[in-house]
Nanobody, 127 residues
Framework: QVQPVESGGGLVQPGDSLRLSCIVS????????MGWFRQAPGMEREFVAT????????YYATSVKDRFIVSRDNAKNTAYLQMNSLRPEDAAIYYCAAKPDTGDVTLFTRENRYPYWGQGTQVTISS
């Protein structure tokens, strides 16, 4: 059973940084495209970022491009989302998702591409 587990959420102030982690158990982590999504209260879950199996290709939502950085360490079965210059509108539950695949990362922006999901970690932004 493939199980992603997120951690690293918390309460921060606007302008702060936060790093989320997603450790994946089961299967072979290096074969998964990893995605990050978020869901704010009353909103649909939305795409944030994705990273290829070897970490060389990444793709971001326009709203987070140039502020967030997605990375991975295949030796640790872990993906990361470094979030900088956080804004109130970044507050949400953040989810990571895994998909065994080799395709172009720009094709992995839709939720239904990912069969494996974590439970989410809450990011709250308040001054």
């Amino acid at each position: 059973q493939v199980q992603p587990v997120e951690s690293g959420g918390g309460l921060v102030q606007p302008g702060d940084s936060l790093r989320l982690s997603c450790i994946v158990s089961g299967g072979t982590f290096s074969t998964y495209v990893m995605g990050w999504f978020r869901q704010a209260p009353g909103m649909e879950r939305e795409f944030v970022a994705t990273i290829s199996r070897n970490g060389r290709s990444t793709y971001y939502a326009t709203s987070v491009k140039d502020r967030f950085i997605v990375s991975r360490d295949n030796a640790k079965n872990t993906a990361y989302l470094q979030m900088n210059s956080l804004r109130p509108e970044d507050a949400a539950i953040y989810y990571c998702a895994a998909k065994p695949d080799t395709g172009d990362v720009t094709l992995f922006t839709r939720e239904n591409r990912y069969p494996y999901w974590g439970q989410g970690t809450q990011v709250t932004i308040s001054s």
